[in-house]
């Protein structure tokens, strides 16, 4: 075990958070909603406030050219009821993983379309998420 | 150990092989597998989501064999430091896969020589330019019609993603 790993913490509600987006022409831009048919579980964003390079080498390894980033807190996300988890991987330390809220334990609601909506309206227009850059 | 790997079109990205025995999960995007290592008995191939992590539904993902001597750097680098040498700045020319998903599903697959000394944007433009050059051949061929359109459809992504500035 190399790399410095180090143990997933208690995420504080002041803490920035950064989600990782692409804006290729025609591109979407950042992801609001899951596709569970093509695998995905989870919404994946990071600890502290980061520019949208740096949040490009954490998600691909590479700087994309079309990289962007958008920003908010761990507490507006838990006031919706998301949950909100650091899940370091080996490959990026500061991975925090998204989850939809339950409706009954161990059941997740559906992140459908007001559900997206919640998620998007979570993130601020501006640079800044008035949270603490504790990445 | 340094056989380029063959994929089985239709399988998700991260399992793209009956033989393989272990998926080692190095990291992951929105819950799916992005970086990871794929082992067999024969032999270890890093796998790598390259691009498409957001817009449209398409992804480009590389195989690369590893010895042990990688397989330990892996193990022991700083997670930035992951894919130099296996891929970035590789100290020598080396055969790899490149696969091209569609919903995480590879639909595509071609051998390509890496060339040694690449760094991240040299390998991006190299790879491609590699598959442009591979998706006009494949659109040669006769192919079924089904799979005619997704190469047709992907050929067009990668060509506005190379004219766009992603390929130079």
């Known amino acids: 075990m190399g790399g410095g790993r180090k143990p997933p913490y208690e995420i504080p509600n002041e803490s920035t958070l950064t989600q990782y987006?692409?804006?290729?022409?025609?591109?979407e831009g950042f992801r609001s909603a899951l596709r569970p048919e093509t695998g995905e579980t989870e919404m994946s964003l990071i600890i502290g406030e980061v520019s949208a390079e740096q949040a490009s080498l954490?998600?691909?390894?590479?700087?994309?050219?079309?990289?962007?980033?958008?920003?908010?807190?761990?507490?507006?996300?838990?006031?919706c009821d998301f949950r909100v988890v650091h899940s370091p991987t080996r490959g990026n330390p500061l991975h925090v993983s998204v989850f939809p809220p339950e409706i009954a334990p161990d059941e997740p609601a559906e992140w459908d379309r007001a559900m997206a909506e919640l998620f998007d309206q979570c993130f601020t227009d501006e640079d800044k998420a008035g949270g603490d850059s504790d990445g | 150990?340094?056989?380029?790997?063959?994929?089985?079109?239709?399988?998700?990205?991260?399992?793209?092989?009956?033989?393989?025995?272990?998926?080692?999960?190095?990291?992951?995007f929105n819950g799916v597998p992005t970086l990871g290592v794929l082992k067999s008995p024969?032999?270890?191939h890093l796998f790598w989501r390259a691009l498409g992590y957001v817009p449209e539904r398409f992804s480009i993902w590389?195989?690369?064999?590893?010895?042990?001597?990688?397989?330990?750097?892996?193990?022991d680098c700083d997670p930035?430091?992951?894919?130099?040498?296996?891929?970035?700045?590789?100290?020598?020319?080396?055969?790899?896969?490149?696969?091209?998903?569609?919903?995480?599903?590879?639909?595509?697959?071609?051998?390509?020589?890496?060339?040694?000394g690449c760094d991240q944007r040299t390998l991006r433009k190299e790879l491609l330019r590699f598959l442009l050059e591979a998706f006009v051949m494949a659109l040669e061929?006769?192919?079924?019609?089904?799979?005619?359109?997704?190469?047709?459809?992907?050929?067009?992504?990668?060509r506005e993603l190379t004219m766009s500035g992603c390929g130079s």
């Open chain 1, 58 to 79: 954490l998600v691909t390894k590479m700087v994309q050219p079309f990289a962007d980033r958008r920003l908010t807190t761990a507490g507006r996300l838990r006031e």
């Open chain 1, 21 to 27: 987006g692409e804006r290729p022409p025609g591109g």
């Open chain 2, 80 to 116: 930035s430091d992951l894919l130099r040498g296996p891929l970035f700045e590789a100290r020598r020319e080396r055969y790899i896969t490149v696969g091209v998903a569609e919903n995480n599903r590879l639909f595509f697959e071609r051998e390509w020589s890496l060339p040694a």
């Open chain 2, 1 to 28: 150990m340094d056989e380029a790997l063959l994929p089985v079109l239709g399988n998700l990205a991260w399992a793209p092989h009956a033989a393989i025995e272990r998926v080692e999960i190095l990291d992951r």
């Open chain 2, 62 to 75: 590389i195989y690369a064999p590893i010895d042990e001597h990688e397989a330990d750097h892996l193990d």
């Open chain 2, 141 to 158: 061929q006769d192919l079924p019609p089904g799979r005619r359109e997704v190469v047709d459809r992907a050929s067009r992504v990668v």
């Open chain 2, 42 to 44: 024969d032999a270890n």
